[in-house]
């Protein structure tokens, strides 16, 4: 049986670093808690989105303002049920075309198998200048 960090590793491998939706949605319980940093008001991506449908709503708003050009996962760690990764991620804004960078840093919590919450933490100030919601 492959442990939650192999999973999370193998995320990442995939299709040259990016994950396809069939690899996540496989992961996912039926009540995940995906939660992303950001002032929701400025940032669509941004907030709580439930179950599967959820995080496809928050994967649809990521890829509609964003593009990105790098999501390389640099370290993962695993402690019981919780896995603790960090990505370096770039690219641009869609509408302003502007430039991004930011370490990512996600933490996956696992309940039989299964990804029951995610929080994801980067730097919102520089996502706020390159989309020019600053």
């Known amino acids: 049986m492959q442990s ?5 590793r193998a995320l990442h491998s995939s299709d040259a670093g990016r ?16 939660w992303v940093a950001g002032p929701e008001e400025r940032f669509p991506w941004a907030g709580t989105f439930r179950g599967p449908d959820g995080v496809r709503r928050w994967s649809e708003a990521l890829d509609e303002h964003l593009e990105y050009t790098q ?13 603790i990764e960090l990505v370096q991620a770039a690219g641009t804004a869609r509408a302003t075309g502007r430039a991004f ?19 994801s933490h980067y730097d919102t100030a520089n996502y706020l200048r390159a989309t020019g919601a600053e």
């Open 4 to 8: 939650n960090l192999d999973t999370i």
């Open 19 to 34: 994950l396809t939706w069939d690899d996540l949605v496989a992961l996912l319980a039926a009540d995940v808690e995906w």
């Open 71 to 83: 999501f390389e996962l640099v370290d993962a760690w695993e402690d019981g049920s919780t896995v």
């Open 101 to 119: 960078a930011s370490e990512v840093v996600r933490l996956w919590r696992f309940a039989g198998g299964r990804v029951v919450s995610v929080r």
